[in-house]
């Protein structure tokens, strides 16, 4: 997983090496500095292969966190996780594409790693 973190570049590859893309399509998404800190700080304490861990062991659904993570917002059932991939994923092209998104969300992020 952590090859597919384009540190640098702020943008991850969902679509691992080796795998053919398919018509459900693993796009490339761009993140926020604020994803890349939490992203390096995980990687430096990295137990495994997998880039996301909870008391040693690899969490497979991130359904449960999202939801408190989203409680108080003002239409929180419109936002689901779905939604939030598929407003950063780009297709092949600029990858400044969806910078406001990307922002915003980064923002979000920060607020949240700072509570």
């Given at each position: 997983?952590?090859?597919?973190?384009?540190?640098?570049?702020?943008?991850?590859?969902?679509?691992?090496?080796?795998?053919?893309?398919?018509?459900?399509?693993?796009?490339?998404v761009r993140v926020?500095?604020?994803?890349?800190?939490?992203?390096?700080?995980?990687?430096?304490?990295?137990?495994?292969?997998?880039?996301?861990?909870?008391?040693?062991?690899?969490?497979?659904?991130?359904?449960?966190?999202?939801?408190?993570?989203?409680?108080?917002?003002?239409?929180?059932?419109r936002v689901t996780?779905?939604?939030?991939?598929?407003?950063?994923?780009?297709?092949?092209?600029?990858?400044?594409?969806?910078?406001?998104?990307?922002?915003?969300?980064?923002?979000?992020?920060?607020?949240?790693?700072r509570a």
């Amino acid at each position: 997983m952590w090859e597919r973190i384009g540190f640098n570049s702020g943008i991850i590859r969902l679509n691992p090496d080796g795998r053919a893309q398919t018509k459900k399509y693993r796009p490339e998404v761009r993140v926020g500095p604020a994803v890349i800190e939490v992203l390096l700080k995980a990687h430096a304490k990295r137990q495994g292969e997998h880039g996301i861990m909870f008391r040693g062991k690899h969490v497979h659904r991130l359904d449960t966190g999202w939801e408190v993570a989203r409680k108080g917002l003002a239409e929180a059932s419109r936002v689901t996780l779905y939604s939030l991939r598929h407003t950063v994923a780009l297709r092949p092209h600029d990858p400044n594409y969806l910078r406001k998104s990307v922002d915003f969300l980064d923002e979000l992020i920060s607020f949240c790693v700072r509570a």
